[in-house]
């Protein structure tokens, strides 16, 4: 079953995910204090006479469009003395601890004005630390002020007192920052101790050294047996995205590679068949682990890629059971029907929004017309029902606020969706029900996947909303046009969110153009990027659309 390519469907869905636990990292500075004898008394030398405070959020351009993302936090001014104190009283800097710079902007600004100046412009990070930014610079860009050689970690009581009382104010960013750097602490402590009980007792001291654990644990563990047991318990040790690796799950995966792909399979296979939860859940995720040696792996078992997939389906995380529908379409030819109908009621009544979204898609491309009463459904408005996720144990919930899902079909409406998905599955019974929808691109794309290829527009190919759905949608209606409309538009397609999309576009047209015998099928066999049917098209192009009308 080829993998090689499906953690890049969960990407983009993450990249809110991998923000949060990045902003936690910082790039260390020697620390400074020789410079300062106080930083808390050097800012509040420079505050003397603080008039006014305005504390406003700091808006971030980010190149993907998620409501997660967005605030609808405003400025709130402060101009009561006794409420000005308090807050300056609050800024308390450690200074043994300070000096180091997130690699971030921060997510809140503060300043603060004597009367209509601006004498210092602090950004909150993470409810935990501030950056002291300059506010005056002379002639040649310098500043002026004399800030902090770094940023300032606020003692905890007070950074505490700072966050509440803005969430008070409206401004909720630092104290949500805080609960989730708590969470994250009470995530990695639980997974720790999930993975140390994975592990003998005589191995736990080495366990937290990180660089000295392979080297006792090939030492300590005699067979290989129960090294892969140990070590399959280790990597499904995490409830969270199969997509992120810290170091629990490089040492497991760097031990596991020391092995043939041959025995890798026999264990995975065992380990799978295992009554332990874990382990089972580890040996999937190496299975399919990106550059894992299994990733072409075909087992002669057909029920492992059930089983594969019913750990996937059962995960309290809403990405993991996306990457649930990503396997599926691998693995639909080892299935039964049962299954398979088992796989896709369970996606198409998710709790989560975008998983069904995601099952709709899915059930199109993969031609399942068991789904067109559900999608027919969805076109007329009716309510879908939700089925609740199986009953899984206590230690494998993850907390409500960390379950996120990919967005798919970004700007789609549901109704948008199920047309598209209907699209695929050339139901010609539901264009009335398509047609009622307001005119956009997915209802244009969707008639043309339904014959009505003069709908397409060159704009379709090349999104602006990092609508991949739409795009790859599009593809396909030229596609089954036999590239006489749209050819031109498919072959410079615009990468939208996944480094895979320009390559899966090429392999496809290139199977069309082969299997219609195009001119030119020396070059078209060689061409192993668009830009390269981009130069066939520009020599054979009219040759082939005009070879196809006759």
Same mark, same amino acid.
């Given at each position: +079953? ?11 869905? $993450? ?10 990292? @910082? ?17 509040? &030398? ?5 008039? &006014? ?8 351009? =980010? ?21 000005? /104190? ?75 007192? =700072?966050?509440?009382? +803005? ?40 366990? @937290? ?14 067979? &290989? ?18 997509? /992120? ?48 040696? =299994? ?19 059962? @995960? ?15 693995? %639909? ?61 206590? $230690? ?8 996120? %899902? ?6 789609? @409406? ?69 590239? +006489?409309?749209?050819? %031109? ?16 576009? /090429?392999?496809?047209?290139?199977? +069309? =153009? ?37």
């Amino acid at each position: +079953m080829k993998r090689k390519r499906e953690h890049e469907e969960n990407l983009v869905s $993450e990249i809110v995910f991998f923000l949060i636990v990045f902003i936690f990292f @910082s790039i260390s500075l020697p620390n400074s204090s020789a410079e300062t004898s106080s930083w808390t008394e050097k800012l509040r &030398k420079a505050l003397d006479g603080t008039t &006014k405070i305005v504390i406003s959020p700091i808006q971030i351009s =980010l190149e993907i469009d998620d409501a997660k993302t967005k605030t609808k936090e405003k400025a709130v001014e402060i101009k009561d003395k006794q409420t000005i /104190m308090m807050v300056i009283d609050n800024i308390v800097i450690d200074d043994e601890q300070s000096g180091f710079y997130c690699a971030c902007l921060g997510d809140t600004a503060i300043k603060f004005f004597r009367k209509d100046k601006l004498i210092a412009n602090l950004s909150f990070h993470h409810g935990r630390s501030l950056r002291w930014n300059c506010s005056h610079l002379d002639a040649d860009r310098n500043c002026l002020d004399d800030i902090w050689p770094g940023d300032g970690l606020l003692i905890n009581e007070n950074a505490e007192l =700072l966050a509440t009382w +803005m969430a008070q104010k409206g401004i909720r960013t630092p104290l949500e920052d805080r609960l989730r750097s708590e969470r994250l602490k009470q995530t990695n402590k639980t997974k720790y101790e999930r993975a140390a009980s994975c592990i003998p007792e005589s191995l736990k001291e080495y366990f @937290s050294s990180q660089g000295r654990f392979a080297e006792y644990f090939n030492a300590t563990i005699g067979t &290989k047996e129960e090294r892969m047991r140990i070590l399959f318990c280790m990597l499904g040790s995490s409830n969270e995205s199969w997509s /992120m690796l810290d170091w629990i799950d490089q040492e497991a995966y760097k031990l596991l590679e020391d092995y043939g792909k041959e025995y890798l399979q026999n264990s995975v296979l065992s380990a799978l068949k295992s009554n332990h939860r874990q382990t089972r859940r580890g040996a999937s995720r190496f299975w399919i682990g990106w550059k894992s040696p =299994l990733q072409e792996w075909e087992p002669e078992d057909n029920s492992l890629y059930g089983t594969l997939l019913t750990v996937l389906q059962e @995960s309290s995380l809403a990405n993991n059971r996306q990457m649930a529908l990503n396997n599926l379409k691998g693995a %639909s030819p080892y299935l039964s029907v049962e299954e398979t109908d088992k796989f896709f009621f369970s996606a198409l009544h998710d709790p989560d929004a975008n998983v069904r979204r995601k099952a709709m898609i899915t059930a199109g491309e993969m031609g399942y017309v068991k789904a067109i009463p559900y999608l027919i459904g969805v076109l007329k408005g009716t309510t879908v029902k939700i089925v609740p996720l199986p009953d899984i144990p206590d $230690e494998e919930r993850i907390f409500p606020e960390d379950d996120f %899902s990919g967005q798919v079909g970004r700007k789609l @409406s549901d109704k948008e969706i199920a047309a598209i998905s209907l699209g695929y599955l050339n139901h010609a019974d539901a264009v009335p029900f398509i047609k009622k929808l307001e005119p956009s691109p997915a209802h244009d794309v969707a008639l043309a996947l339904l014959g009505e290829i003069d709908l397409l527009k060159e704009e379709y190919f090349k999104s602006q909303d990092s609508n991949q759905e739409l795009q790859l949608a599009a593809v396909e209606a030229v596609l089954r046009a036999k590239g +006489m409309k749209g050819l %031109s538009w498919a072959i410079d397609y615009k990468l939208c969110t996944h480094w895979w999309e320009p390559e899966r576009v /090429m392999d496809k047209i290139k199977k +069309m =153009l082969l299997s219609n015998n195009a001119p030119g099928r020396e070059i078209i066999e060689r061409t192993a990027k668009l830009k390269d049917l981009r130069a066939w098209y520009d020599t054979y192009g009219e040759k082939y659309i005009e070879q196809m009308k006759n």
